[in-house]
C-alpha cells in the first residue's frame, strides 16, 4: 500500500510561482508512473502531467505546456510540480497519483494523495 502526501500549495498572485512536492512512502516508488491531476470547484478532475518511472520525459496538458515542470527523485520517493506564470485559472486543488498500469494521461491510477490547495488571485 502506497501513501502519498501532498505539500507547497498557497496563495500566490497571478504571474507567480509555486513549486508542488508529493512524498511516497513505500520501497517500490521507482516501480510507479506518477501523475498530477488537478479540481477546481464546480469542474471535474483534469490531468495536469505525467512522469514515467525513469523519470525520462514529462507529459503534459495543452493548458500547462510551456509553464509547468513534472520531475521526481527515485531516491527520496518524491515527484514535483514547478508550476510557473501561474493565472487565475489554475486555482485548484491539486492531486499526485501513482500508476503500476502504464502512465501518461489515460493511465490507471491507484493511488491517490489528499490533495494540497492552490490559489491564484488575479
Known amino acids: 500500500q502506497m501513501q502519498l502526501v501532498e505539500s507547497g500549495g498557497g496563495l500566490v498572485q497571478a504571474g507567480g510561482s509555486l513549486r508542488l512536492s508529493c512524498a511516497a512512502s513505500?520501497?517500490?516508488?521507482?516501480?510507479?508512473?506518477m501523475g498530477w491531476f488537478r479540481q477546481a470547484p464546480g469542474k471535474e478532475r483534469e490531468f495536469v502531467a505525467a512522469?514515467?518511472?525513469?523519470?525520462?520525459?514529462?507529459v503534459y496538458a495543452d493548458s500547462v505546456k510551456g509553464r509547468f515542470t513534472i520531475s521526481r527523485d527515485n531516491t527520496k520517493n518524491t515527484v514535483d510540480l514547478q508550476m510557473n506564470s501561474l493565472k487565475p485559472e489554475d486555482t485548484a486543488v491539486y492531486y499526485c497519483?501513482?500508476?503500476?498500469?502504464?502512465?501518461?494521461?489515460?493511465?490507471?491510477?491507484?493511488?491517490w494523495g489528499q490533495g494540497t490547495q492552490v490559489t491564484v488571485s488575479s
Open positions: 512522469i514515467p518511472r525513469d523519470g525520462s520525459i514529462g
Open positions: 497519483a501513482a500508476s503500476t498500469r502504464g502512465w501518461g494521461r489515460n493511465a490507471a491510477y491507484d493511488y
Open positions: 513505500g520501497p517500490t516508488f521507482k516501480s510507479y508512473a
